[in-house]
């Protein structure tokens, strides 16, 4: 038995593949620096990152893979459910044991076919962040909007952010894996916060941090939403399906009319663009 760990980082379990390759000791487990070894009788690699060696594998499974099928690697690593690193350890090992390409094809293969399941919860969940992330702006002119998805799924929604509100300073935060991606202006920053504005590690905005005419804007939008919303045409299952419950809590439009002038007491109103460590 074969157990080794790394440092939690993309190009780090990279590195496991290439260390495994090298040592030709397939891994019967992988986890992160500091998890326990399955068993007393496994042997237990720690492998530090090395870039080369990591850009090695993925430039390899960028030969052997379409785009799509590549991309899916990253996203299963996103994934991080229970078991993913060796599921793409065994793809891996697939791609590379096969002399010809068209391997994501081989829907007869159990990792293919996990693959491919990943790859489809994946796209749902980053088409849901795009489509449900509210921005609210604080005082300090920074448009904020807290998230917290079931899978980590930031590093994916970046670009679509970054282009449609590219004149605007942003912070989009993971509550659950504390976490954020800050847009200056002119570049996206992966964040961790020292002083996050009140109530964003818990994933609710301070009001008293907001501008006062955000309340308003809040109002209009459920006025609007109101609006075009037909209740002859009211479809509850449909709109669970498109609209999942566990997303409300982030819509402007699903929140009571009103919260938003709620007084917060005993709170000192932050000044100064919160300070942002990488």
Known sequence: MHFYTYDGSFEGLLTVVFEAYERKAWPTQIGREGEAPPGIFATH????TDPGKAKRVWDGLGKKLSKAAWENVYKAYLWEQPGFEMLIFQFVQLVFSSAEGGVEENFANRSVQKMAAVGKQMFREKHRM????RFQRTQD?????????DFNVLPLVIAHFESRYAD???LIYDVRRQYGAYYD???VTLVTLEDAPPGLRKGQLDPAVLTSAEPLYQELWQ???DHVNIPERKNKKLHLRHMPKRYWKYLTEKKPRGQAHKPIQNKQVPTGVPRLGA
Request: glycine content about 4%; charged content about 10%.
């Open 45 to 48: 690699h720690f492998v530090p």
């Open 141 to 149: 002119g920074l448009y904020v909007a807290p998230i917290s998805p």
């Open 130 to 133: 795009e489509a449900f992330i």
């Open 168 to 170: 605007q300073p942003w």
């Open 185 to 187: 202006v002119e570049r």
């Open 223 to 225: 006025a609007y939403f």
